[in-house]
C-alpha cells in the first residue's frame, strides 16, 4: 500500500508556547506532547538537551536526566498548530520546536492530501514548509520502492524558486506560467530564476537517482 511520511514546519507560529520557548535554546525541545483535561485546561511537556536553563514563570522542570531536562507548563485552548491539524484527521506521530519554529512528523496516504494540509496551514498560520518526505509506492505485485526527498538540502531562495514555479504552474502541462513570469513574481531576473531552479532540481534528481 502507497504512503509517505512528512515532516512539516511551522515558521514562528504566535500562539504556540513551546515554539516561543525554543527561541531559548540552544537545540530543539524535543518529545513535546501533550493532554487535556475536563475543565479545557492543556498540559504541554518537551524535553530540552545541554546546559540550557529555560526562564519563563508558565514552567516548572520535572526533572534531569544525563543531560536533558523535562520542564511542563499548563495553558488555556487557544489557536493550537497541532490541534488544528489533528481536527483535520491527521494524527501527529512526532512534534519538536526548533528557533521559533514548530515541526510536525506525520504519516498521509496520498500526496494531494499533504497538499491540502500544507495549503491549510499555511491560510491560517503563514510561512510553512516540507522540510522531509519519504513516499513508498507499491506495485501490482507487491513490491516497494522507498523514494527518500529530504528538502532541507536546498537553500530557502531555491525553495522559494521551486514553491513559486509549482503554484504559478510553471511545471503544468501546458504551462500557465513561463521562467518570465515567476521571475517577476520572485523579483529577480530570468537568468537568476533559471540558475536557482537548475539547481534546486540537481539537488532533488541527486537524491531520487542515487541509489539506482
Same mark, same amino acid.
Do not use: W
Given at each position: 500500500?502507497?504512503?509517505?511520511?512528512?515532516?512539516?514546519?511551522?515558521?514562528?507560529?504566535?500562539?504556540?508556547?513551546?515554539?516561543?520557548?525554543?527561541?531559548?535554546?540552544?537545540?530543539?525541545?524535543?518529545?513535546?506532547?501533550?493532554?487535556?483535561?475536563?475543565?479545557?485546561?492543556?498540559?504541554?511537556?518537551?524535553?530540552?538537551?545541554?546546559?540550557?536553563?529555560?526562564?519563563?514563570?508558565?514552567?516548572?522542570?520535572?526533572?534531569?536526566?544525563?543531560?536533558?531536562?523535562?520542564?511542563?507548563?499548563?495553558?488555556?485552548?487557544?489557536?493550537?498548530?497541532?490541534?488544528?491539524?489533528?481536527?483535520?484527521?491527521?494524527?501527529?506521530?512526532?512534534?519538536?520546536?526548533?528557533?521559533?519554529?514548530?515541526?510536525?512528523?506525520?504519516?498521509?496516504?496520498?500526496?494531494?492530501?499533504?497538499?491540502?494540509?500544507?495549503?491549510?496551514?499555511? #491560510?491560517?498560520?503563514?510561512?510553512?514548509?516540507?522540510?522531509?518526505?519519504?513516499?513508498?509506492?507499491?506495485?501490482?505485485?507487491?513490491?516497494?520502492?522507498?523514494?527518500?526527498?529530504?528538502?532541507?538540502?536546498?537553500?530557502?531562495?531555491?525553495?522559494?524558486?521551486?514553491?513559486?514555479?509549482?503554484?504559478?504552474?510553471?511545471?503544468?502541462?501546458?504551462?500557465?506560467?513561463?521562467?518570465?513570469?515567476?521571475?517577476?513574481?520572485?523579483?529577480?531576473?530570468?537568468?537568476?530564476?533559471?540558475?536557482?531552479?537548475?539547481?534546486?532540481?540537481?539537488?532533488?534528481?541527486?537524491?531520487?537517482?542515487? #541509489?539506482?
Amino acid at each position: 500500500m502507497p504512503g509517505m511520511r512528512a515532516e512539516i514546519e511551522v515558521l514562528s507560529p504566535d500562539a504556540c508556547p513551546v515554539a516561543g520557548l525554543s527561541e531559548q535554546a540552544d537545540g530543539p525541545l524535543t518529545s513535546v506532547s501533550r493532554a487535556g483535561n475536563a475543565e479545557g485546561t492543556v498540559t504541554e511537556e518537551f524535553t530540552v538537551s545541554g546546559d540550557t536553563a529555560l526562564t519563563d514563570d508558565r514552567l516548572s522542570q520535572l526533572f534531569e536526566y544525563r543531560s536533558a531536562s523535562v520542564y511542563r507548563f499548563h495553558r488555556e485552548p487557544l489557536d493550537c498548530v497541532c490541534e488544528f491539524v489533528e481536527d483535520h484527521d491527521h494524527p501527529i506521530s512526532e512534534i519538536r520546536a526548533q528557533d521559533g519554529s514548530l515541526v510536525l512528523s506525520l504519516h498521509l496516504t496520498t500526496i494531494q492530501d499533504l497538499r491540502d494540509l500544507v495549503t491549510d496551514l499555511r #491560510e491560517q498560520y503563514g510561512a510553512v514548509r516540507i522540510r522531509y518526505l519519504l513516499q513508498v509506492e507499491s506495485d501490482e505485485e507487491g513490491s516497494t520502492d522507498v523514494i527518500p526527498i529530504d528538502r532541507s538540502r536546498l537553500t530557502d531562495r531555491q525553495q522559494e524558486v521551486l514553491e513559486t514555479s509549482y503554484r504559478m504552474g510553471y511545471f503544468s502541462y501546458p504551462r500557465d506560467a513561463n521562467a518570465t513570469d515567476v521571475a517577476a513574481e520572485l523579483g529577480i531576473d530570468a537568468s537568476t530564476f533559471t540558475e536557482h531552479l537548475a539547481a534546486a532540481q540537481s539537488k532533488l534528481m541527486d537524491e531520487l537517482l542515487a #541509489e539506482m
